[in-house]
């Protein structure tokens, strides 16, 4: 093989291992999970192919309320989530001094335990009559009636709460690696605090924002770990749905439809805001 | 030269030499005539780490003048920065006082001082294009619009980027990057200039250029230039008046012709081009002048500045480009004569470079221009003649005595 030859095929030996990945585990995948929405048959009696596409119709109308809950429940985690991680990542970064490092692993540390371990000890401590609201409740403090657990509150907050630090960290990134001398580039030219803040470490952190929107907008939507622990009937997510068609009703062709419409919601989704924002912009944390 | 012009008019001397304060009157660059740009007044700052305390500027006195270019020149670690940074305001000094135009700047923030700082590493924004950049201080200035692009306009003419307004800063190259960086600061129009290095990344011809370039600006706008160098050459071509810093303290202060022909301690002498040191004990003190005692035929002449007595040892210097080299047994007729014979010979194109070790055991360097005359150049192990004038012989001041007032907390080893 001439030299020329292999330099033109180095890029395609490269890609190949990623390539046959993503084949493997995420495009073979998604066409068995199309092909099983679109079965009509039954556990016992085995599932047939007959693109049977009113699956998805009556799929839709029957759960559009927990999806679009799903959405808003989603949206106002993350927004959640930038308003307490990005002070965090500021004050990590900018006044951490020498103990940044022991800060982050302290931001981490509680998620060395299972996520479902984490998301019951809060509802351990939320209970009705646990420690918190039974003492309060006690002391007279709080009426009878009142409750944290199987509100919408209490999900959001499970949800905030469980996917913080894949906000917090790429913001981190963002600010730790911005070069300290612009921000006294930019107090030598007249800006305030204030100003510094907003001209020049916000916009040179929005890559970081964006990353930690990716990571955690996602994983939050389709979450349905924290609604079944801390919510109720009426906070129940499109998470939980499928998990129930598939585990407990054994419907899988139904489970197969409402997981594909929320991963096409999802990914169009995220398609629309990389293209708004650039994604040289979201992948540009790194570059800085 | 080392005089600060105080307010009252009093002249206070502090080259951190440890001479006496009638020496350092000989005349030299002028001090800034009336109210001076920048004033420091006995300024000094300390860090405190990890071990212990770093004394990084010590008792600095230094009045620049409206629309002078002054440098401030020394090896690494020995303060330049760190002055610079406390006349921007991002660092406080221990103990003194900065002046701006007369007005005290201890606890006025960077964003309220005007001046302006060129960064080493620039610091240009990355997120904005070079019009933006350069716009910023004046949009924080809240300038109109029309008035921000007009000068913006003005000031990328002056440095030659126009048409490159749309740029990113990382589309452009070093030199670019450094152009617009000056004319971040300068389209403020600020009371000084303060450069820290700025052609440190440069190569050596964009360098050469940028240092025409700087000097034209800087007669074009007249605004104070204080910048900061370890290159002499840089700081000796482009500076009205400099200053040479060693660990902190001010070694001299004059025109770049006054601290490179008449380097008032060792330590000048060595840091600023090739210099020769000779020392010897005063013979006789006529008119003003000290004779060496040497040996028979020789004779060394230098200029005193204050008194000397007989017996006393001296150090002084002289530039090699001043020195003759004869060879043959007859002493030439010269104020100044000493016997050697030559070590070493380098070519260098245009001159030869001999160097040759004195009767008194010190070793000199002599240039010769190579005009193509034959045996001009010595051969080593050739004796030889060194001659020169007796104004170019010039007396360095005594090394200071360790420990003279408050002793250095990082001293040691920088003999
Ligand atoms: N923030 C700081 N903390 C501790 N020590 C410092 C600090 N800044 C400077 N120093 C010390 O002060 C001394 C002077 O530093 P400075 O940066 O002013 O040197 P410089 O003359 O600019 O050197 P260079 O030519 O290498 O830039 C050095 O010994 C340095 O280690
Ligand atoms: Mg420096």
New interface residues.
């Given amino acids: 093989m001439t030299l020329r030859m292999r330099a033109r095929l180095a890029p395609y030996l490269l890609i190949l291992p990623g390539g046959l990945w993503l084949a493997i585990f995420f495009v073979i995948p998604i066409i068995a999970l199309l092909a099983l929405s679109l079965d009509t048959g039954n556990l016992i009696n085995g599932f047939r192919e007959t693109f049977h596409v009113a699956t998805y119709v009556n799929q839709l109308s029957q759960y559009h309320t927990q999806f679009i809950r799903s959405f808003v429940y989603g949206t106002i985690a993350t927004a959640a989530m930038i308003a307490i991680g990005y002070p965090v990542a500021y004050w990590i970064a900018f006044h951490g001094g020498t103990r940044k490092s022991a800060y982050l692993f302290l931001l981490i540390l509680p998620f060395f335990v299972t996520f479902v371990l984490r998301t019951v000890s809060w509802q351990f401590l939320l209970a009705d009559q646990g420690i918190v609201l039974g003492t309060l409740k006690n002391w007279g403090l709080l009426p009878q009636g009142f409750r944290v657990l199987s509100t919408n509150f209490a999900v959001i907050a499970g949800l905030t709460y469980n996917f913080l630090p894949y906000m917090v960290l790429p913001i981190y990134v963002a600010l730790e690696r911005m070069?300290k001398?612009?921000l006294?580039?930019?107090?030598?030219?007249?800006?305030?605090r204030r100003?510094v803040f907003r001209?020049?470490v916000l916009?040179?952190s929005i890559p970081g924002v964006f990353a930690g929107i990716l990571l955690t907008f996602v994983p939050a939507v389709s979450d349905y770990v924290n609604a079944e622990i801390l919510g109720g009937v009426n906070q129940v997510m499109i998470g939980n749905i499928i998990e129930n068609q598939y585990l407990v009703n054994n419907n899988y062709p139904q489970a197969a439809a409402l997981s594909f419409v929320l991963m096409a919601a999802l990914l169009i989704g995220v398609f629309i805001y990389a293209r708004a924002l650039g994604t040289e912009d979201i992948l540009s944390v790194s570059s800085? | 030269m080392s005089v600060t012009q105080m307010p009252q008019g009093t002249a206070v001397v502090d080259t951190g030499s440890g001479l006496p304060a009638g020496a350092a009157d000989t005349g030299g660059a002028p001090a800034p005539a009336g109210l001076a740009a920048i004033e420091l007044v006995g300024v000094s700052k300390s860090f405190s780490s990890r071990d212990g305390n770093v004394q990084a500027v010590e008792r600095i006195d230094l009045a620049i003048g409206q629309g002078e270019f002054f440098s401030l020149l020394g090896p690494s670690g020995c303060g330049k920065t760190t002055t610079l940074r406390m006349i921007?305001?991002?660092e406080e000094p221990t103990q003194g006082r900065i002046l701006l135009y007369g007005e005290d700047m201890v606890g006025v923030?960077?964003?309220?001082r005007d001046v302006?700082?060129v960064?080493q590493?620039y610091?240009?924004?990355?997120?904005l294009n070079v019009f933006e950049n350069v716009a910023?201080?004046l949009r924080?200035?809240k300038v109109p619009h029309d008035a921000v692009r007009r000068r913006v306009g003005e000031v990328l003419e002056l440095v030659q980027l126009e048409g490159r307004e749309r740029r990113r800063p990382k589309e452009l190259s070093g030199g670019q990057q450094q152009r617009v960086a000056l004319a971040?600061?300068l389209v403020?129009n600020p009371r000084a200039l303060l450069l820290d290095e700025p052609l440190g990344a440069l190569d050596l011809k964009l360098r050469q250029a940028m240092q025409i370039e700087l000097k034209r600006i800087q007669r074009e706008v007249g605004i104070t230039f204080v910048y900061v160098t370890h290159d002499q050459g840089e700081a000796l071509t482009m500076s009205d008046r400099l200053v040479v810093m060693n660990e902190g303290r001010i070694e001299q202060l004059g025109s770049p012709r006054e601290v490179y022909e008449q380097p008032r301690t060792r330590f000048v002498a060595g840091f600023i081009g090739t210099s020769n040191l000779l020392s010897g004990r005063v013979a006789r003190v006529v008119g003003g002048s000290a004779l060496l005692d040497l040996g028979p035929g020789e004779r060394v002449v230098v200029p005193l500045r204050g008194g000397a007595v007989p017996g006393q040892h001296l150090d002084l210097t002289v530039r090699p480009e001043k020195i003759d080299m004869t060879g043959g047994p007859e002493p030439p007729e010269a104020e100044c004569r000493i016997r050697g014979r030559v070590t070493d010979v380098v070519y260098l194109g245009s001159s030869t470079q001999h160097v040759v070790v004195t009767s008194t055991g010190a070793s000199m360097v002599v240039f010769s221009q190579n005009r193509g005359t034959s045996g001009e150049a010595s051969a080593p192990t050739h004796d030889v003649w060194l001659s020169w004038r007796a104004e170019h012989s010039y007396l360095l001041a005594e090394q200071e005595q360790a420990g003279d007032e408050e002793p250095r907390e990082e001293t040691g080893g920088t003999q």
């Fill in positions: 070069d001398g612009l006294e580039a930019a107090s030598d030219l007249y800006a305030n100003e001209r020049v916009p040179l800085g | 921007a305001g991002f923030p960077p964003n309220r302006n700082l960064f590493s610091a240009l924004f990355p997120h910023f201080g924080r200035r971040r600061a403020n």
